[in-house]
């Protein structure tokens, strides 16, 4: 984990108030894992343009080399927004990588993602990590959900990579109308994943981590909050867990992916 000036490289739109960075982070970042996140912090500005975090979308990587990574985010206020005026040249400071990633194990032979909105951010580099080395199988299906067709990002993202990509709006404007709930327990009634992996509102995350309950189903949640700091120093991000020590969770810092079954939804 370090702290840099990172340069950018691009920041384009591509989607309504959502924009992908492109950032130079030469040092530090070759063993991230899908998950994990960044606080950025804009040169000189103070509150509210306090660090924020922001999931890793991709690594960006030229002859096996780790050069820079890639955020994906959205635009929900002014920090944002500065953000997203920044030109290729401009510097960010970025802290990470930070906090624990999705745990993979070799085991898993059918994986479920299932993403909201802009929770679908660090969803990609887990498909991508999720493609077994040295040939062997291992079946993703996607499940997008949106409260309308805009929010459904990186759709095509994860088709280029075979995956079959199950689409759900709150208002229909795309794919099944409804929550993104309703397609993955159909699915489920006729075909079980070793795990479920999510990552979107809390709402979302709760009926998911529910539904893999209900189901005997391992499962997986990346928790979206407001961190002040991103590394434990704050205790902003206190959770309640419902492991037997009683203990609150950090989501900056055992967090922000949690065993469902472990913590309070
Ligand atoms: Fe400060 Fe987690 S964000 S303790």
């Given at each position: 984990m370090q702290q840099t000036s990172s340069r950018v490289r691009w920041n384009r739109q591509v989607g309504p108030d959502v924009y992908q960075i492109g950032l130079d982070c030469?040092?530090?970042?070759?063993?991230t894992q899908p998950g994990q996140f960044v606080m950025v912090h804009l040169p000189g500005q103070i509150a509210p343009l306090l660090a924020r975090p922001f999931s890793v979308f991709r690594l960006i990587r030229h002859a096996k080399q780790t050069q820079g990574i890639e955020l994906l985010y959205k635009v929900v206020g002014e920090g944002t927004r500065r953000m997203a005026s920044l030109v290729p040249g401009e510097h960010l400071d970025v802290l990470g990588p930070l906090g624990q990633g999705f745990r993979i194990t070799?085991?898993?032979?059918k994986v479920y993602i299932v993403a909201g909105g802009i929770g679908v951010a660090p969803m990609v580099f887990l498909a991508e990590a999720l493609k077994?080395?040295?040939g062997g199988r291992r079946h993703q299906q996607v499940f997008l959900g949106g409260r309308?067709?805009?929010?459904?990002?990186c759709a095509d993202a994860f088709q280029a990579m075979g995956i079959p990509v199950h689409i759900s709006t709150d208002d229909g404007?795309?794919?099944?109308?409804?929550?993104?709930?309703q397609p993955l327990q159909t699915r489920l009634a006729s075909d079980r994943p070793d795990v479920i992996l999510a990552c979107g509102p809390m709402a979302m995350l709760k009926g998911v981590a529910d539904i893999a309950a209900g189901h005997g189903i391992a499962c997986q949640v990346s928790l979206e909050t407001i961190m002040a700091?991103?590394?434990?120093?704050?205790?902003?991000c206190a959770f309640e867990s419902r492991?037997?020590?009683g203990r609150y969770r950090h989501v900056c810092l055992d967090g922000p992916v949690f065993d469902a079954a472990q913590i309070r939804l």
């Open positions: 030469p040092k530090g970042y070759h063993n070799a085991d898993w032979h077994p080395s040295g309308s067709q805009g929010d459904l990002l404007s795309a794919g099944t109308q409804g929550l993104v709930t700091c991103g590394m434990g120093a704050c205790l902003g492991m037997p020590d």
